[in-house]
């Protein structure tokens, strides 16, 4: 993930997939956020086979009504309370938050790690390529006491290019996230919300048994945000561009961490 305030301890200013590939053609190449690359790690250019797909169909036989079936319906996760206060995941819809997230993507410090900071058609790719995909990654809004705030990616890592690096387990969801305004970081924030969006995954994936994330090991503010959030230090993890620091949040362990 990208870098955080060194003196926040907990408070990420992005944190993303990192340089395994962008979900959307042309991402980020940080710890925290999407790279852009093409090459063999791209995410969303990998379809999931029909016969596949079709075991989510209902038990009608009718195919799934949304293309985030893969991630138990997140436009229907219900806001949470935190200590910063009410918080909730809005799925992204392009032609009204476009231009938020490209602002966001612009900041010198998110520049560095999504690479989404020059054409504006560019974060529109690479939000549509989720959206317009299989529903194996849903790019939302954090939206904290009524105010849009900060950028998030919920994955299903199981089916993505980082499941080559690390032991994968079904229906493991990651995450990826920046926040958006300054005056938002290095204040402990990100720890906060990360806790919140697992419990969230944790509630609402009743088959996923951990929550991840791949911050860049050297980003130690990073890690201690995850680990403040609740996470454990899995491995240390090779991937294009980066080696990682593989975080897990167990379900097992939700009320011990």
């Not at 340089?19 to 999931?48: I, W």
């Not at 799934?64 to 996760?77: E, G, Y």
């Not at 809004?141 to 890592?157: C, F, H, K, N, Q």
């Not at 996470?231 to 090779?238: K, L, P, T």
Request: charged share 25%.
């Amino acid at each position: 993930m990208p870098p955080t305030d060194a003196n926040a301890g907990s408070s990420p200013a992005s944190v993303h997939p990192g340089r395994t590939g962008t979900r959307a053609g042309a991402g980020p190449a940080g710890a925290t956020v999407l790279g852009a690359r093409e090459d063999s790690e791209t995410t969303l250019n990998l379809r999931l086979p029909d016969e596949f797909v079709a075991l989510f169909a209902d038990r009608t036989g009718h195919e799934p009504a949304r293309p985030d079936d893969l991630l138990d319906h997140v436009h229907t996760w219900v806001p949470t309370d935190t200590p910063a206060g009410r918080f909730r995941l809005e799925p992204v819809r392009v032609e009204r938050d476009l231009s938020l997230v490209h602002r966001w993507m612009s900041d010198p410090t998110v520049a560095d790690f999504w690479d989404l900071a020059g054409s504006q058609s560019a974060t529109e790719n690479h939000l549509r390529a989720q959206l317009d995909g299989d529903g194996r990654s849903v790019p939302c809004l954090g939206v904290l006491d009524g105010t849009p705030m900060s950028y998030w990616e919920i994955y299903r890592a199981d089916l993505d290019p980082l499941a080559r690096h690390y032991p994968a387990q079904p229906h493991d969801t990651g995450v990826h996230l920046l926040l958006g305004e300054a005056a938002d970081r290095g204040r402990g924030l990100g720890s906060t919300l990360i806790r919140a969006v697992a419990d969230m995954i944790l509630d609402r994936r009743s088959a996923c048994a951990r929550v991840v994330a791949e911050p860049d090991l050297r980003n130690t503010p990073s890690v201690a945000a995850f680990l403040s959030a609740g996470f454990r230090f899995g491995a240390e993890v090779d991937l294009p561009g980066k080696r990682a620091a593989l975080m897990i949040r167990d379900r097992v362990l939700r009320d011990v961490l």
